[in-house]
């Protein structure tokens, strides 16, 4: 399963905690960095993020960077961090804003991908070396998806925004599940055999001491689930072209996070600055046929008695949008 949760509140900076668990493991994920974000996550949980997905390096979605890296810098595994081409130049002069004394003593690692259009570009800084060189990680071509662990896959959607912004798309693996009904009416009882099928066991299976056939019990008792899945897009510009670009990409996403920046009233505004109103993002759940919109990202310019007004006006054109939990009570 795909658990989410919106750090920061309203007119904050926010930022997305996601543990993706299959079950048998778990891979944590945080969606950009702002100030202030990790304050109600513990410590070992900010310490256990295994990658750290910036969409852009804009002050609100990095300036919470320095708490992320207190946590991670020496950690025993790699952290891997993902953003768009530029990304290790400016978080390789972060590592270099402190006093590294002891770095000799130190074993940390930190990968660092730029993500560009067609390719990733990986470095790879060494706590033992004070982080002072970005070593060349290699290239590689991507088509999409960036990254892939046993819970979770990761696509990224290249964004306008001054420059260029990444979307991201996380998506668990289709899993087979046991019907049990099935196996009730087949007159079997679960045991081993059950785990030896789920892992691909072909030829004949011994079953509760008599031989079956693998191939058949598969057809007869496993039914395929599609995998959760999420979308975050921020700061980004968005308009009829843009919308018509994005949607198929969305197209069997679950549940969409998306800046709603502005009001419907300051449409030109948000062009100006590349952002979002919240009655285009709700129009972009709905071409893409998204269940779910959850708003983040509000502007400071409006006060909390606005903030309703601009749900309803998202709502009016996609029905299944919602502020994170508390943030109209705030």
């Known amino acids: 399963m795909l658990r989410a949760r919106v750090l920061g509140g309203p007119a904050e900076d926010n930022a997305l905690w996601v543990v993706a668990d299959s079950g048998q493991g778990q891979t944590r994920l945080l969606l950009d960095c702002g100030a202030r974000v990790l304050d109600t996550l513990p410590f070992a949980e900010v310490q256990a993020t295994d990658h750290l997905l910036l969409s852009h390096l804009h002050m609100d979605h990095v300036g919470g960077f320095d708490d992320f890296f207190r ?8 952290t891997h961090a993902w953003g768009p081409p530029g990304t290790a130049r400016i978080l390789g002069h972060r590592f270099q804003g402190f006093w590294w004394n ?3 003593e130190l074993r940390g690692q930190w990968v660092v991908h730029d993500v560009h259009d067609t390719h990733v570009q990986a470095f790879r ?7 002072a060189v970005a070593h060349d990680a290699g290239s590689r071509p ?13 696509q990224a959607i290249p964004l306008e925004h001054h420059g260029r912004s990444l979307g991201f798309v996380l998506r668990e693996p289709d899993r087979e599940r046991v019907n049990t009904a099935a196996l009730a009416g087949l007159g079997l009882r679960p045991g081993p055999w059950l785990a030896a099928l789920k892992g691909g066991a072909t030829g004949e299976l011994e079953v509760n001491g008599q031989p079956h056939d693998a191939a058949g019990l598969r057809a007869a008792l496993m039914a395929r689930e599609t995998g959760e899945s999420l979308a975050y897009l921020t700061d980004f510009l968005l308009g009829a072209a843009q919308q018509a670009r994005l949607a198929p990409l969305l197209r069997g996403v679950q549940t969409l996070y998306a800046e709603a920046q502005y009001a419907p009233e300051d449409h030109d505004l948000a062009a100006r600055h590349e952002h979002t109103t919240v009655t285009q993002v ?39 949008t919602r502020f994170p939990d508390g943030w109209l009570d705030a």
């Open 71 to 78: 946590a991670t810098f020496d950690r025993p595994a790699p």
């Open 102 to 104: 002891h770095a000799p």
């Open 125 to 131: 800084f060494e706590a033992q070396e004070a982080f």
């Open 142 to 154: 991507h088509d999409g998806t960036i990254l892939t662990t046993p819970e979770v896959s990761v």
């Open 282 to 320: 709700a129009a972009l759940a709905h071409a893409a046929g998204v269940p779910a919109l959850t708003l983040l990202h509000l502007s400071r310019r409006y006060r909390p008695e606005q903030w309703s007004a601009m749900l309803s006006a998202a709502q009016a054109i996609h029905p299944a």
